[in-house]
């Protein structure tokens, strides 16, 4: 994604913020560590995160594993709302720009949602851990025949 991009997006930080969270509270809360009260205290870090993952090279990302979308993990919510601002913050910048290249366009989008995925993947994995025993055998066994995927930014 091109720095300049990436800066207009972080300008935007307050406002994504403002929308993820309001997102957040509209999720269905599946456990009390999913309570959005519980779960704003990580989108600073979060943000931080995923604009750091945005300026490093795209890297090959494995596919997300098949979750057990029975057994409620928070981070699930939490990344689908955070995806959904920034990719509306993405889409109304990538709007005001009419000369974009659809290519580039379509890069950086693409490059979001590896960053989101991979954050959510990397949540959902060490929360996968702490479950019980079917759980987290169904999680390493997914690992097992999981192949790998790479998305070019």
Not at 20 to 47: G, M, Y
Not at 69 to 86: F, K, N
Not at 131 to 137: A, K
């Amino acid at each position: 994604m091109h720095e300049k991009t990436i800066r207009a997006l972080q300008a935007r930080r307050a406002q994504i913020r403002t929308r993820w969270e309001a997102l957040l509270r509209i999720e269905k809360v599946t456990t009390p560590l999913a309570n959005p009260d519980t779960l704003v205290f990580a989108l600073n870090q979060s943000l931080d995160e995923i604009f750091t993952g945005l300026r490093q090279p795209a890297a090959p990302l494995e596919l997300a594993a098949p979750t057990n979308a029975d057994w409620p993990c928070p981070w699930r919510a939490y990344y689908r709302a955070g995806e959904q601002a920034l990719l509306e913050s993405l889409i109304l910048l990538q709007a005001r720009t009419p000369a974009l290249d659809p290519a580039t366009r379509d890069q950086s989008f693409a490059r979001l949602k590896q960053v989101i995925g991979h954050l959510t993947q990397r949540e959902v994995s060490a929360w996968r851990g702490l479950g019980p025993p079917s759980v987290r055998r169904a999680g390493d066994q997914a690992r097992r025949v999981r192949p790998r995927a790479s998305v070019s930014a």
